[in-house]
């Protein structure tokens, strides 16, 4: 039965300030895909409402009553039937009353970074890029979903003295203006000050300014988004610069062996472009001294394993990636998808396969 307690001890908010049930849970999957706007429910409304609604109820129904797995879950599902560790794994063996513990919350898609396997509604660079490439539209999701959230409003219905963790998604949040908004509502409200932190970053830039406030914090879980710790970084996260984030990298060692408040984690999102690659970055960072943790994609279906070439798999299989093979599988349709993908981006982002991962690129050859 895969019983998830994330549906109730977890709120989560996305872009544009809707709930959801949690950040890995795809409505593309669902019925209620086809009329969000009778199915979802925004910030402007209790988050009480939203835990009685139809959809929040049909995941619970599904999940923790009928003990089947809901359309919306397939990320989990595809992760632990691989023998992988899902959200809702972590969740369920660290989160067990049913008062609200965890909080993910999403204010924009400001970001800088314009990454192969992300879409606009997390990045603000793809939507300018989509917008100048409408061929693209295709294959990232358009929309504009920089919102201004009142921050207050978040906690309004929130039992914070259960609270124990706030995961901040982006966008980039820091190059997003609302964050310093955020981080000082957290300081400035008595049940919010001790409550651990948690923040995703590219490591595109270390936050100068926001030291004073982040050196405060009773507890920070920092997650550094790195792909790959190797030059092909550039072509998967466009705009990334891979010296840049080596030297990021070490600013924030410096800044948690300085202020004793914060634990970090080397974040890996495994795909098509970095599993070559994961020797080199799970020992660096153990030669860091810092966690390392992956997500594999999911979606799009083009940028999962499967779609890469049996012979190239062969080439790149170690004891460091291959239990994102176990069930491996190669699926001829997206790997047709990802040709049609790389062409129509490559030459729209300027950076080509080739120049990056030339092993892989041999097979897209005369494509």
């Known amino acids: 039965m895969p019983y998830c307690s994330v549906l109730h001890n977890h709120m989560c908010i996305k872009l544009p300030g809707r709930y959801a049930p949690c950040c890995y849970w795809n409505k593309d999957y669902t019925r209620f895909a086809d009329n969000p706007k009778k199915y979802f429910t925004y910030i402007d409304k209790p988050f009480k409402e939203y835990y009685k609604s139809e959809l929040h109820q049909d995941v619970i129904q599904v999940m923790n009553i009928d003990g089947e797995w809901h359309p919306g879950c397939q990320k989990c599902k595809n992760l632990e039937d691989d023998g992988l560790r899902s959200l809702r794994t972590a969740v369920n063996e660290h989160l067990t009353s049913e008062a609200i ?18 879409d606009s509604r997390s990045s603000s660079t793809i939507k300018k890029m989509v917008d100048v490439n409408p061929e693209l ?23 914070l003295n259960s609270l124990e963790m706030i995961e901040f998604l982006g966008g980039e949040p820091f190059v997003d203006p609302q964050t310093t908004k955020f981080l000082n509502y957290m300081l400035s409200n008595s049940k919010l000050k001790d409550v651990r932190f948690k923040v995703h970053t590219n490591t595109s830039l270390f936050p100068k300014k926001l030291i004073p406030i982040l050196s405060k914090m009773k507890s920070i879980d920092l997650h550094l988004s790195i792909d790959a710790w190797h030059p092909s970084i550039e072509y998967g996260r466009l705009g990334s610069n891979f010296d840049v984030i080596k030297k990021v990298t070490q600013q924030w060692i410096e800044f948690a062996k300085q202020y004793n408040n914060t634990n970090i984690t080397m974040f890996t999102t495994v795909s098509v472009f970095n599993v070559g690659y994961m020797k080199q970055t799970i020992e660096a960072a153990k030669d860091l001294g810092i966690q390392f943790k992956y997500e594999r994609v999911e979606h799009p279906r083009h940028l999962n394993i499967n779609a890469l070439p049996e012979s190239y798999v062969d080439s790149i299989k170690d004891d460091y990636n291959k239990k994102f093979f176990k069930n491996y599988k190669f699926d001829q349709q997206q790997f047709d998808n990802l040709k049609d993908f790389l062409k129509d981006t490559d030459g729209a982002q300027g950076k080509y396969l080739k120049d990056y991962i030339p092993e892989l690129a041999k097979y897209f050859e005369g494509e």
Do not use: G, P
Request: hydrophobic letters at 35%; glycine letters at 0%.
């Open 101 to 118: 513990k965890f909080m993910q919350i999403s204010l924009s898609n400001h970001c800088n970074f314009a990454c192969k396997t992300c």
């Open 137 to 159: 539209k295709k294959w990232f999701w358009e929309s504009n979903l920089t919102t201004d959230i009142e921050i207050y409003k978040i906690f309004q219905e929130v039992d």
